[in-house]
């Protein structure tokens, strides 16, 4: 599929520097720059989509853990004293 995409002056020239001192085409550059985008969006709206149903299934069950509770158990991660997980309550 090709997509003609309309840059002013400066941003054009931008990209031809950035190309320039990595030794590639602005094209390669571009679709880079694309792809990263496309992902950073992706991921973005997966964790949006995945908040969304954790609220949801709180709303329904009232399970949770607060912030205290999660921070002590992430705080031992990777040392020797590293704790299971909190059980959640209501």
């Known amino acids: 599929m090709s997509i003609s995409i309309k840059l002013d002056d400066e941003l054009k020239d931008r990209i031809q520097h950035i ?8 094209h390669a550059v571009m679709r880079e720059a694309i792809a990263q985008y496309a992902e950073r969006e992706e991921a973005r709206e997966r964790f949006t989509q995945e908040a969304l149903a954790s609220w949801q299934h709180y709303q329904q069950s009232g399970r949770h853990l607060n912030g205290d509770e999660v921070r002590a158990w ?17």
């Open 19 to 26: 190309a320039g001192l990595q030794h590639r085409t602005p």
């Open 74 to 90: 992430l705080g031992d991660w990777g040392t020797d004293d590293e704790l299971p997980a909190p059980e959640c309550h209501d």
